[in-house]
């Protein structure tokens, strides 16, 4: 008898690690994903952006800032840097760097001081945009923050939520409309998204949609109940900010799907890219805290090669709309995210932030009507 019940128990060990661990782990923790880009050593794709014109928020970041200066080395004609901390030490180093290796030095590089806390700030993007650009081929939005403790922005949301989600599709729409290849580009115009593993681990919050049918957006905004304990061990904070970079991807998928529908919209590529992870400015809080750091020194590697893998994704081709990249392959978006309750959260996703946009960003409701309008 009792060997009967050891037999049973074994079995049920077994198939919990055969079965429930790895279907676990591939919804929370699919660490294969961060152990090849902790080994990938990505190139870049792209030999020139001459005649082209990129623009990179966040271009003071650990990534941004990297990134600029792959465009800058393989000849883009204009370089618009975007930050809330001004970037003329970039722009110099820069120009230090291209002169050292005999290159000439090119003279459009743009600085645009701008704040996304705020709607504002977006809008002023918006508006330098609209005035002083011609063409605008590659748009790489890398400005996020990791907040460690639970803020309100001005707008009234977590500030997560506000930079990484909410302002950053906001740049997005105001941008999409001015997304048009300069001369010579023979690719259509890319405006790519930054997104990170972060999203796995935070991924059971963002599972159900409110029984109650309330806003979706306000019930993931503070998940500050019952959170404590994990506050502890720096997961509250990891929580906040794998949500906010689901929210960005529900509305990246959405909004790629409709810019392919839409008739009035010029061809655009849509796309988000992983860089991986790296001890960043960002990331460096995760050193005081023990499972962020363990999962960093699992995950880290040197930042240069997350800028690179950023920047072909912002070089990608039409093939890549929609897509997530990743090092040198596309990888596909999380299992949540696919289900049913996953469609339905993106159509929440996007109809509350274009509620929120609609009513205090007059300029959103013409990129809104551009993207309702449907290709016969
Ligand atoms: N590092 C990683 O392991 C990792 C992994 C996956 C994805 N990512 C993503 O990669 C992107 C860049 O991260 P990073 O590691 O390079 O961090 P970073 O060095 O902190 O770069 C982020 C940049 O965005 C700027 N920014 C923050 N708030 C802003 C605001 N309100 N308005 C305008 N600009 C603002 C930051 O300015 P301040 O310095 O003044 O805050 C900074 O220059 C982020 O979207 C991040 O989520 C990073
Ligand atoms: C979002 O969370 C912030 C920070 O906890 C809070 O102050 C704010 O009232 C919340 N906003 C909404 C719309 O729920
Ligand atoms: C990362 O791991 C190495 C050893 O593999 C160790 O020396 C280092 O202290 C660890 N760093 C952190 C931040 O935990």
Redesign the pocket.
């Known amino acids: 008898m009792a060997n009967y019940a050891l037999l049973a128990v074994g079995v049920g060990v077994i198939g919990i690690l055969t079965f429930a661990v790895p279907m676990l782990l591939a919804e929370v923790f699919p660490w294969q994903l961060i152990r090849r880009q902790h080994f990938g050593r990505p190139t870049m794709t792209t030999k020139s952006y001459k005649g082209r014109t990129v623009l990179i928020t966040g271009a003071n970041g650990a990534y941004g800032s990297r990134a600029a200066k792959l465009f800058a080395h393989r000849d883009v004609e204009t370089l618009v840097l975007v930050d809330v901390r001004d970037c003329a030490t970039v722009k110099e180093e820069i120009e230090k760097e291209l002169r050292e290796s005999g290159k000439t030095v090119m003279p459009n590089i743009v600085i645009w001081q701008a704040d996304i806390m705020t709607f504002a700030g977006c809008q002023e993007i918006g508006k330098k945009a609209r005035e002083q650009l011609k063409a605008l081929d590659h748009v790489l939005l890398t400005a996020g923050i990791l907040a460690f403790d639970c803020r309100q922005s001005p707008e009234g949301w977590e500030t997560t939520i506000q930079v990484n989600f909410l302002s950053t599709a906001l740049v997005a729409l105001l941008l999409l409309p001015l997304l048009k290849p300069s001369p010579g580009n023979p690719n259509p115009p890319v405006l790519t998204f930054v997104t990170s593993f972060g999203i796995y681990p935070a991924a059971p919050s963002m599972w159900s949609l409110p029984k109650d049918g309330g806003s979706y957006l306000k019930s993931l905004n503070n998940t500050e109940n019952g959170m404590k304990q994990a506050q502890q061990y720096g997961m509250k904070q990891a929580q906040q900010y794998g949500i906010s970079k689901g929210l960005l991807l529900y509305f990246t998928r959405e909004l790629a799907k409709r810019v392919s529908v839409s008739g009035d919209m010029r061809k655009v590529t849509i796309n988000s890219a992983d860089p991986g992870s790296a001890w960043t400015p960002l990331t460096q809080p995760n ?1 005081q805290m023990l499972i962020p ?2 999962i ?2 699992f995950s880290s590697r040197d930042p240069q090669f997350g800028a690179i893998a950023l920047v072909n994704g912002a070089s990608a081709s039409e093939d890549a709309h929609g897509k997530i990249l990743h090092d040198f392959d596309t990888a596909s978006y999380p299992p949540f995210m696919e289900r049913k309750t996953g469609r339905q959260a993106q159509k929440r996703v996007w109809e509350e932030a274009r509620k929120e946009f609609e009513a205090k960003v007059p300029e959103v409701k013409a990129v809104y009507r551009l993207l309702t309008t449907t290709r016969d």
């Open positions: 050193g750091r363990l960093m020194n």
